[in-house]
């Protein structure tokens, strides 16, 4: 069997930037143990299939090790893919997930997500935290995952987490940010029990960076980056129940992959 493959960088605005993603278009499902091996196979941060469905699409995300319950990068990746396919219908797609009903709307050259707002709520240190990260924030919250909050873009930037040790640490990933020194704010983002040391660009970390700096910062409307090796660029809205997250995307590879 072969199946289309794509390779996009998202949250870019050039090659080599962002978060790479595997996008494969499919008519009917694999076997999930398929899907995961071609994700393991493929060995980026994440790999996303959709099928088409009576309601419009499906799509799935997995991890080299695991499926997740949402992610942005891989998201604005398939959007890109489908446009570059043309596939969507006027400005907007939509597809079910495990998260619910996502959408993706172009706008002024950026693929805009539409995702659920996670708001962090004040919480302890997991145990052995601050030690994995080798730096102490300034306040501790929680949503999904763990949000440290440090003074500076230079302690973030400077942080060099363990990662051995992270993966002992009570928590599936953790955000670190700060205020930016040219945007509104920074962040990084270590998931290692989920495969992912350091993940380049993550859109859904902001369901719950989008409302802390929103607050923070009385703002609605915001841009931020984070700040990995590679660096992206993510405009953000709060929109209430909902935030808005917005990226270019940048095709780096087209090509089948043959699967007995």
Known sequence: MDIPIYQVDAFASALFRGNPAAICPLSTWLPDVTMQAIAEENNLAETAFYVPEAEGYRLRWFTPSVEVDLCGHATVATAAVMDFRGEIEGNRVAFQTRSGEVSVTRSDGLFVLDFPRLAPISATEPAGLFHALGSTPQTVMRAT????????????????????????????????????????FVSRFFAPRAGIPEDPVTGSAHSTLIPYWSERLGKKSMFARQISKRGGELWCEDRGVRVGIGGKAVKYMEGRISVA
């Open 145 to 184: 995952c763990v949000l440290c909050v440090f003074e500076s873009q230079e302690h973030v930037q400077a942080l060099e987490p363990n990662m051995l040790e992270l993966m002992n640490v009570d928590c599936f990933a953790v955000i670190a940010t700060a205020p930016g020194n040219d945007c509104d």
